[in-house]
């Protein structure tokens, strides 16, 4: 649904983008995931139409946004880092002047923009100016303008930097649910835990380059430094078992931190050296590493230039 | 629908976008209508006897003099408003958002155009009914309003695209409502408030040839029944490089933002 392949961008002498590729499949939830200036903003600017590339094919929805430039509009909906809602307009008039601008029609229109309010819950709020709307409703709405053509692409900028835990719970659901309707989602972020939730899909941006590419649990095995949580009865038995396999006895604790990736045969070889020494094991979890880990390993390597 | 209906339809949706901000934030309106009634009054009742005086009349004759100068201050000073709506389109991600969607993209710029214009001609309504409130019998014929309401348009429409571009240049909202001065300043420098015949050399030569001068030349022989001669000509030729530069200039920025 969006590919590009060796997409550069410099401004002056600063190189934003280089030689970025990426390829989102239809449906997917696609996370791209970077610190701050990565190029997060400038490559989904590209993507939208905004900005133009120096070099590099893309495709949106099968559009080329440098030739054809209104078919990759006609396919998109876009949430920008700000919330780009009018705010001397209430809700509701936000919504009709997109849908009056997308040529919907009068009372088409109408209903589509009750849809959306009902969706995003702002029914209540649909009269009162977006001004006066706090930064959760604000998104929502940001978000709501972005779908009143059901595009079937979404670009959303970082959807949840600044809002609270419990509106960033609910702007999850909301791209759970786009994403069960059949939309392909791209979506910014510089949180982990957000990119881990959500996506399908995660490619990591470092200084312009993708570094790192995959699914959540592929992109943690890049990343050694996993270990098997086990856990006693008594403190006696932890110390036993430490003995056992050469660690040092944490002392009047239950619970010992293993070293390993969690694979099956070390799994069994850990087992067999307890089990050898007579060990009552109450309890095992293996931690694979999380993407924190995976970030900064990566990250690290990628000397700034 | 033709690119020509599309680019029709949308800009009258921006339009109706811009009018309805005139409604929701008036104190922008009110500001821009209020300053040259003040200046109007200022120099009607504080100089005007004086000034009324030195033309070798009385206040009522230096009312019937100033009044082009003041509808021109009215126009100078809306560049404001125009220059300061564009750059908030700008700067808060709406005018991203308008540009992500598959529209007629120079809607975005003739919606400001047309709804400044509007938002102009009615404070010009406002400032010429305080005018003959206070006393303005101007003594134009109805050919001769016609002439004087296409000349103002004229003259909205240049400046209005030049403020378009000032907004479209400025890199924060502030920035904005203060690169417009020059025009808003601009009519003092000119014959508008006094006849430049009596200012000092360097200022009268630049006071004879800016554009000003003979925009409010041609407006007041409209206004008190003569004929404005050559003065129409050159004003139409400055209204027209004017909203060329300012249409050029305005697409050159919107092109790269």
């Known amino acids: ?305 | 629908m033709t690119t020509l209906a599309y680019a029709v339809r949308d800009s009258n949706t921006m339009l109706r976008r811009n009018l309805r901000h005139t409604l929701r934030y008036p104190q922008m309106s009110v500001f821009l209508a209020g300053a040259p009634i003040i200046f109007l009054l200022l120099f009607v009742y504080v100089f005007g006897a004086t000034l009324g005086a030195g033309l070798g009349g009385t206040r009522a004759d230096y009312l019937a003099f100033v009044v082009p100068g003041i509808l021109m201050l009215t126009i100078g000073g809306a560049t404001t408003g125009t220059s300061v709506s564009v750059a908030s389109d700008i700067t808060e991600g709406i005018a991203a958002r308008f540009r992500t969607m598959p529209i007629a993209r120079v809607s975005i710029l003739t919606g400001h155009v047309l709804g400044s214009i509007i938002q102009t001609f009615a404070s010009l309504v406002i400032v010429l009914a305080v005018a003959l409130a206070i006393g303005y019998r101007p003594t134009a014929n109805p050919a001769a309003w016609l002439g004087v309401i296409a000349v103002l348009a004229m003259v909205c429409f240049a400046f209005t695209w030049l403020a378009v571009a000032l907004g479209l240049s400025a890199k924060t909202v502030e920035e904005a409502s203060n690169t417009p001065m020059p025009l808003t300043l601009l009519p003092f420098l000119g014959s508008g408030f006094v006849p430049t015949d009596t200012m000092p050399p360097g200022l009268r030569q630049f006071a004879e040839y800016q554009p000003f001068t003979p925009i409010m030349e041609t407006v007041r022989s409209l206004l008190t029944g003569h004929s404005p001669g050559t003065h129409l000509l050159t004003a139409t030729a400055w209204c027209a490089a004017l909203a060329l530069i300012g249409y050029l200039w305005s697409r050159y920025r919107y092109n790269r933002l």
């Open chain 1, 1 to 305: 649904m969006i590919s590009a392949t060796g997409v550069h961008k410099a401004y002056g002498g600063t190189i934003v983008l280089e030689g970025v590729d990426l390829d989102v499949p239809a449906g997917a939830i696609f996370a791209l995931l970077g610190p701050n200036g990565a190029g997060k903003t400038t490559t989904v600017n590209i993507l939208t139409t905004l900005i133009r590339p120096d070099a590099g094919s893309i495709r949106i929805a099968g559009a080329d946004p440098l030739t054809d430039p209104d078919a990759v509009r006609a396919a998109i909906g876009v949430t920008g880092q700000f919330a780009a809602v009018d705010a001397l307009l209430t809700g509701e008039e936000n919504l009709i002047l997109i849908a009056d601008l997308l040529h919907l029609g009068r009372r088409p229109g109408r209903r589509r923009a009750a849809e959306l309010l009902e969706l995003f819950d702002l029914t209540t709020a649909a009269r009162r100016p977006a001004a006066t709307y706090s930064g959760g409703m604000r998104r929502r709405l940001d978000i709501a303008m972005g779908l009143v053509a059901t595009p079937r692409v979404v670009f959303l900028d970082e959807p949840t930097t600044g809002l609270d835990p419990r509106g960033r719970r609910a702007m999850w659901e909301t791209i759970r649910g786009l994403a069960a309707g059949g939309v392909t989602i791209f979506l910014t972020t510089q949180y982990l835990e957000e990119a881990d939730h959500l996506a399908d899909k995660i490619d990591l941006l470092h200084h312009g380059r993708i570094v790192a590419s995959g699914t959540p649990a592929e992109l943690k095995r890049l990343v050694p430094g996993g270990h098997v949580t086990l856990t006693f009865a008594e403190p006696a038995g932890t110390d036993t078992a430490a003995r056992a396999l050469g660690l040092t006895p944490p002392g009047d604790r239950t619970t010992l931190n293993v070293p390993g990736d969690g694979s099956v045969p070390s799994l069994r070889a850990l087992l067999a050296t307890l089990d050898a020494a007579g060990v009552e094991l109450e309890g095992l979890s293996v931690h694979t590493p999380d993407l924190d880990d995976v970030f900064l390993a990566l990250t690290a390597t990628g000397a700034p230039r």
